[in-house]
């Protein structure tokens, strides 16, 4: 089993930057896919971005290409979402996840993920 447990959610204006981390714990041997999702309320969890623990690959939605950056240190076991230039639009819970790969590859697709963090608020608002 693996434990993710999220921080790192706040209030900010728009324009402005937070930077979530996510600490995994438990049985982390082996390479991962990990990512981050966000939801609001009434609507489905969305793909945020993803990374190959061990390769790096990266993978991102249209809607943060360019603003958000994800990123791991292997030695504290965590992983980082840094937000940049963030919108209202981009209010929501945050979600980590995580899933064993045998590759190199991404994942994209929320019901591909294993283990989930229990969800960080972020809200842009003036």
């Known amino acids: 089993q693996v434990q993710l447990v999220e921080s790192g959610g706040g209030l900010v204006l728009p324009g402005g930057s937070l930077r979530l981390s996510c600490a995994a714990s438990g049985r982390t041997v082996g390479n991962y896919a990990m990512g981050w999702f966000r939801q609001v309320p009434g609507k489905e969890r969305e793909f945020v971005a993803s990374?190959?623990?061990?390769?790096?690959?990266?993978e991102y939605a249209e809607s943060v290409k360019g603003r958000f950056t994800i990123s791991n240190d292997n030695a504290k076991s965590t992983l980082y979402l840094q937000m940049n230039s963030l919108k209202p639009e981009d209010t929501a819970v945050y979600y980590c996840a995580g899933a064993k790969v045998l590759g190199w590859n991404t994942l994209s697709g929320s019901n591909e993920y294993d283990y989930w963090g229990q969800g960080t608020q972020v809200t842009v608002s003036s």
């Open positions: 990374i190959n623990w061990i390769g790096g690959t990266t």
